[in-house]
């Protein structure tokens, strides 16, 4: 990214720019920590100028005194390599305390085993710092607009409050977003029980990486490193959710991987 070299405070309350666009009213609340002085502080003022309220750090201790002294934020913005407490740590700090603002992290490291790293600690992004800005400031602006509400396959459409449906050993509660399988209740977050109802609505047919992703974030929304780095997200919320079933019934073989394209759910027993 290349950023201006005017460089906002740490730690203070930023407004928007005199004339600047406001995506929002009030305006999105955004935390930055990173320890890179000049990128922090670039980044930092380019936020400022698109009306976003910023707070910077340059440390991870500083940032979660914030929030447990009571600050809050929209989003979090974390550099994954950092001097004394990486940003993964810092993540996992603020899940334990309870923090669930969405986190983004902002690094230089492209490899999917830290994206996966990400992924399972709880944060909703993993961005490339070379990426152009414009691409991150449509990732927040799609964070914060909260959850788009995909379409949903014509079998799962229009379904009555406390509907569920049954596919083999596969219960699925639409009134409360949560799955079962064989009578055991899987511990899926939302994402992958929407993940998981669409593929069961399409049973038998392949459903493609570029769907599973926009179901979860919004049609063309791209994520990872790369043209195609979405690819590499859905693979990992595939495992998470293969590991979640095979928890509770090691046999679980349903998920099917369809090389080079997607994944279809095979009917069982």
């Keep these: 990214m290349t950023y201006p070299t005017n460089q906002p405070s740490d730690a203070t309350t930023s407004s928007p720019a005199s004339g600047a666009p406001v995506p929002s009213l009030p305006p ?4 930055l920590v990173d320890d890179d002085d000049s990128f922090r502080e670039s980044l930092g003022l380019n936020l400022v100028d698109e009306g976003f309220d910023v707070q910077t750090f340059a440390a991870g201790e500083p940032s979660l005194d914030y929030f447990e002294q009571g600050g809050g934020a929209d989003v979090i913005l974390l550099d994954w390599r950092m001097p004394g407490m990486n940003g993964l740590e810092v993540l996992r700090r603020l899940r334990r305390a309870g923090t669930t603002t969405p986190v983004i992290f902002l690094t230089a490291l492209s490899d999917d085993i830290y994206e996966e790293a990400a992924l399972a600690g709880g944060a909703v992004d993993f961005i490339d710092k070379s990426r152009r800005l414009s691409i991150l400031l449509k990732r927040l602006h799609l964070i914060t607009e909260g959850m788009r509400p995909a379409p949903e396959p014509a079998s799962f459409a229009k379904r009555p409050p406390g509907d569920v449906t049954t596919l083999g050993r596969l219960e699925l509660r639409f009134d409360i977003s949560r799955a079962s399988w064989g009578s055991q209740t899987l511990d899926l977050t939302l994402t992958e029980f929407k993940i998981v109802a669409l593929l069961a609505a399409r049973v038998g047919e392949d459903v493609g990486y570029r769907e599973i992703y926009d179901l979860v974030h919004g049609k063309d929304f791209v994520a990872g490193y790369g043209a195609e780095g979405y690819r590499a997200n859905v693979r990992t919320f ?10 509770v019934d090691p046999d679980f073989d349903q ?14 027993s």
């Design 28 to 31: 999105v609340r955004i935390v």
């Design 238 to 247: 595939i495992k998470r959710i293969r590991k979640k079933f095979r928890d």
């Design 255 to 268: 998920i099917h991987n369809y090389a080079g394209f997607g994944y279809r759910w095979i009917a069982g």
